[in-house]
């Protein structure tokens, strides 16, 4: 029996399988390669990096073929991932498995790369189910999700991504989209799926779009599910991005108890205020000042990799570089030149980690 195999669904992603599988390739032992409709030259960078190349018929479900890429492997363990992402770090931990009994669910970080407005690119990064044992299928036409009560244990491997990237996702505009609005058609009540439409729709800059979706996940969601985090955020920036500072200063009252020690809160928090206060400048003076603590209080708190979609640099270059540019403002050129350099120096230290 193989111990270890990748098992992977792709379509037309002849831009980055070859960094994919050569990044793979020696940590396992057998590379499966499932074709769901491939019209440029995929099955062929496949088969060259010593992939087995299977082909189906796309049906607009993502679990189905995900499901149908499981069955053509009897590995033991298998490593999930798509052909827009490779590892980054701790191959290791695979290699690693071999001497595991096969009764956990790995948990693999994976690092989102995402264009910044003006330029620039930052990393978010989720930790999400990869490795399964033998056995375990997956449910959901879009955004699918692996179906097991066994443990979900944290791997110490990094997947870089790449494919929320401006390049990328032109490719697939559209297309969640649409899957996740049939998926909506047959379960309305899903809180996830809308959290994810609002999501799919708030990238894209429709931001009108995604509130309903972001307010019905936000108010019927549980407060303890996994995507809590992101979702608050995502909602109060998209209620920045409407000028809806009531409703979201609301929301900040509510989320503080739960969100004191995250970055990325306090980091957000700063960014709200401070368009209320270029939308209201008779209110900046009472502004300002919470501005200054509340990126303070992200840097003071630090970097919080072990909080889902925690944005790196929010508790370090990002919020530094954000009080660099406001002492500035205020002519504060001695604070502004001490932020600048603490911005560049940890940003620095950030890349030499990664």
Known sequence: MVELALVMIVRNEARCLERCLASARPWVDEIVVLDTGSTDTTREIAAGCGARVAQTTWRDDFAAARNEALALTDARWRLIMDGDEWIASGGAALAALRQEPAGFLGLVTVASEVDLPGGGVQQAPSRLPRVLPAGILYEGRIHEQPVSDLPRRPLALELGHDGYRAGPQQAKQGRNERLLRLALAERPDDVYLHYQLGKDLEVRGRFEAAAPHYDTAYRAGALQAAWRHDLVLRWLYTLKKLGR??????????????????????????????????????????????????????????????????????????????????????????????????????????????
Do not use: K
């Not at 509510?254 to 980091?267: K, N, Q, T, V, Y």
């Open 245 to 354: 500072f009531a409703a979201a200063v609301a929301i900040v009252q509510d989320e503080l108890p739960r969100w004191g020690d995250s970055p990325d809160f306090h980091f957000m928090l700063g960014d709200l205020l401070l368009d209320q206060a270029l939308a209201d400048p008779a209110r900046a003076a009472e502004l300002l000042p919470l501005i200054e603590s509340s990126w303070q209080r992200a840097v003071t708190i630090g970097e919080r990799p072990d909080l889902p979609d925690s944005v790196r640099g929010r508790g370090s270059f990002l919020a530094a570089h954000n009080l660099a540019a406001f002492y500035a403002s205020l002519g504060r050129a001695a604070e502004a030149e001490l932020w600048r350099a603490r911005s560049a120096a940890w940003r620095e230290a950030a890349a030499r980690r990664n």
